[in-house]
């Protein structure tokens, strides 16, 4: 619905659509697949989704989970609240937890330092517990730190029961939650994020493996997490950087060890191939123009003051760009006022959002200019824009 422009008060959202062609139309590429029951690849910089196949459905994380357990010591070394010289006690139920180990022993204490080590490189349980117990009291209680550390981050569809990703019905992970918080780790904590790339840890004179199958396989892989229970299948949180550019891989419910590691290598080559960013404006350019009312000008030319670009499938050739701002703006409208934003659409779906800014100042009509409008309006009626309009 269009709303009613009297002269001297009313607002309509103006929808500009406009047609980027990037490219001559190319052939259409195979639509990209993977085994994995949930997967999603992200652009670390710019957290664009490339792909997703049920990316939002909570299921069981196993030990990809341990990135919570890892993400909250971390914040709190970074705040000073935790040092990685800090001694954590071992209790009698650290010491039997099952699963993975790091092999901690009871009664005895752990530099926080080698507990994350345990953690990250060797998938210890122990260990988790060990610093869930010395940082919250018990692991229940570290357990609902972690849930609402989840909430605090933007992570919608995660609850934790537990530090280790033990099978629990209450503990259940969405790829797009692992996948932001992986994000979240290597942006906010690159001084401690740098142990996600170590290859082995030995403890107690037994050395483990890291068991992230990409660092054979990809260039440039340094983290993150694999994970497997028999609820989950094979799963994995998986990174590299190439060129400056880094992408985040996150899949869960392969059904083997073997097949796991493919999958991996397959996605992070996709992540990496089959994508290019595309310059879509320069910073200054003039994208449309907004209706001015009461102005010695009809419209003022709408700017965008960054670069505007974007990640596309190498297969697409156009996208959609939208105009949306309160309209018409009300003179006087100053130079480098925002006015609105451009909503970029990509073939896929993927939409970002720009301010957009006035790119000239449209003074207001004198008191001769303010009747001839009146005159006119009460005349002809209210003009309506050429575009598209509608309510918000």
């Known amino acids: 619905m269009r709303r009613v422009l009297t002269m001297f008060q009313g607002a309509w959202a103006a929808a500009v659509a406009a047609l980027i062609v990037l490219a001559p139309p190319a052939a259409a590429a195979a639509p990209i697949t993977t085994t994995a029951e949930y997967a999603i690849i992200m652009d670390h910089e710019t957290g664009a989704v490339l792909y997703e196949k049920n990316a939002d459905v909570p299921t069981a994380p196993a030990s990809m989970s341990k990135l919570m357990t890892v993400a909250i010591v971390f914040e709190r070394l970074k705040s000073g609240e935790l040092s990685l010289d800090d001694e954590f006690y071992v209790s009698e139920k650290a010491w039997r937890m099952g699963g993975s180990k790091m092999w901690v022993r009871v009664d005895t204490k752990i530099r926080l330092e080698d507990l994350l080590r345990g953690v990250i490189v060797q998938s210890g349980n122990d260990a988790c517990i060990v610093i869930a117990e010395n940082i919250a009291g018990s692991e229940e209680a570290f357990a609902e730190i972690m849930t609402r550390k989840a909430r605090e981050w933007g992570l919608k569809n995660s609850t934790f029961a537990n530090a280790t990703g033990w099978p629990d019905p209450n503990h259940k992970m969405s790829m797009r939650d692992i996948a932001l918080l992986s994000r979240k780790i290597i942006r906010d904590y690159p001084e401690y994020y740098a142990m996600f790339a170590e290859r082995e840890f030995t403890w107690e004179k037994i050395r483990q493996a890291n068991r992230n199958p990409l660092f054979d396989m990809v260039e440039g892989a340094d983290g993150l997490k694999t994970g497997h229970t028999e609820e989950s299948g094979y799963g994995l949180a998986g990174t590299?950087?190439?060129?400056?550019?880094?992408?985040?891989?996150?899949?869960?419910?392969?059904a083997s060890e073997k097949e796991r590691a493919s999958e991996a290598q397959r996605l992070?080559?996709?992540?990496?191939?089959?994508f290019v960013t595309k310059t879509l404006y320069q910073a200054g350019d003039v994208v449309g123009d907004a209706l001015v009312f009461k102005g010695v000008e009809k419209s003022a030319p709408l700017i965008v003051r960054e670069p505007i670009s974007m990640i596309l499938h190498r297969s697409a050739n156009k996208v959609r760009a939208k105009i949306v701002y309160e309209g018409p703006v009300a003179a006087p409208v100053a130079e480098n006022q925002q006015i609105g934003y451009l909503r970029v659409e990509t073939e896929a779906g993927e939409a970002r959002e720009y301010p957009l800014f006035a790119g000239k100042t449209v003074r207001e009509l004198g008191v001769f200019g303010k009747i001839a409008l009146a005159a006119k309006t009460l005349i002809v009626g209210p003009s309506q824009p050429e575009s598209e309009a509608a309510t918000p």
């Open 240 to 254: 590299a950087v190439r060129d400056g550019v880094r992408r985040i891989v996150v899949f869960n419910g392969t």
């Open 268 to 274: 992070m080559r996709i992540a990496f191939n089959d």
